[in-house]
């Protein structure tokens, strides 16, 4: 069974940053993809970004595209959002997930964190 626990999230004003980390409690072996996701008041949750932890290949969000960052560090067992130029519309609980491979939808992903929130004040 895999834990991941979020840190990082916060208030912050627009156009600021934040970093939000991930870290997993154990690692299984084989290849696997790391997701953040998001989730707004009344609205379903999304992807935002995700990165195969073998090979470093990452998928963004059109809405985030370069303004946030994925990266992970193997050796930490830890998973990086970094944000940069956020927007009010960037306000909500943000997850990390891992799934076996490579997916942009909640249902490709088997193991979830408790989310951070996200502020961001206009």
């Known amino acids: 069974q895999v834990q991941l626990v979020e840190s990082g999230g916060g208030l912050v004003q627009a156009g600021g940053s934040l970093r939000l980390s991930c870290a997993a409690s154990t690692r299984t072996f084989g290849t696997y993809t790391m997701g953040w996701f998001r989730q707004a008041p009344g609205k379903e949750r999304e992807i935002v970004a995700s990165?195969?932890?073998?090979?470093?290949?990452?998928y963004y969000a059109d809405s985030v595209k370069g303004r946030f960052t994925i990266s992970r560090d193997s050796a930490k067992n830890t998973v990086y959002l970094q944000m940069n130029g956020l927007k009010h519309e960037d306000t909500a609980v943000y997850y990390c997930?891992?799934?076996?491979?490579?997916?942009?939808?909640?249902?490709?992903?088997?193991?979830w964190g408790q989310g951070t929130q996200v502020t961001v004040s206009s």
């Open positions: 990165i195969s932890w073998s090979g470093g290949r990452t």
């Open positions: 997930a891992e799934g076996p491979r490579a997916a942009v939808v909640v249902s490709g992903y088997d193991y």
